[in-house]
């Protein structure tokens, strides 16, 4: 079993919490390591939304879950020469993080493709995603490439860092650096959601504390 209704009630419960809709927030199941037979007891009870990191993988789920059609979001690092590979089975990429990688799916997508950039607030070298000033300055770059539809932002910093992001959307849809607003923040996992949903999150992003341990 999945703790699906568990984690379901927290996120109602944070969202109260914070004088949130429970509704404006996105549960995405993680399900990387996991096998298609828990993601198919997931969506059995009701869960519509799964992240993946890894594009072999991912072709793997797409091709055992095909009848049922889940919405697929790519939230590992993408190289570009794995773009082609995923790019039509994906409805959101939560990992946009170069002018390379946007210049590739702009050409290999045919529809437009919703996109968040991510973000590493903490600058720590381990880690994927832009600083901060990059972003702002890839920003409006992104206007020229019609098949990707920016929605957010995405991190991966630790939780102390949440509210940085929040402030970053509203710098941008202040100085209206995209033509449309931004209006998704992806944050929070298994440990943080709580204080993710606190600090403004439209998506969670729960691996383990849904599925239990990774089998790889
Ligand atoms: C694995 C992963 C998660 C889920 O982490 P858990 O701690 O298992 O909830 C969330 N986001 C990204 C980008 C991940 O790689």
Known sequence: MTHLEEIRRRIQIAA???GRNTGDILLIAVSKG?????IMEALRHGQ?????????ELLEKIAALKDEKPTWHFIGHLQTNKVGKIIDGVEW???LDSLKLAETLHKKRKTPLKCLLEINLAEENNKTGLSKDAALELMPKLNDFSNIDLKGLMTLSPCSHFPELVLLLREINERRLYPKPLTELSMGMS???EKAIKAGATMVRI?????????S
């Open 93 to 95: 990429l939560h990992s």
């Open 34 to 38: 996991q096998s298609p037979s828990k």
């Open 16 to 18: 109260q919490k914070s």
């Open 48 to 56: 519509t939304d799964f992240g993946e990191n890894y594009a072999q």
């Open 191 to 193: 440990g943080d959601f």
């Open 207 to 215: 691996g383990t504390g849904l599925f239990g341990r990774r089998s």
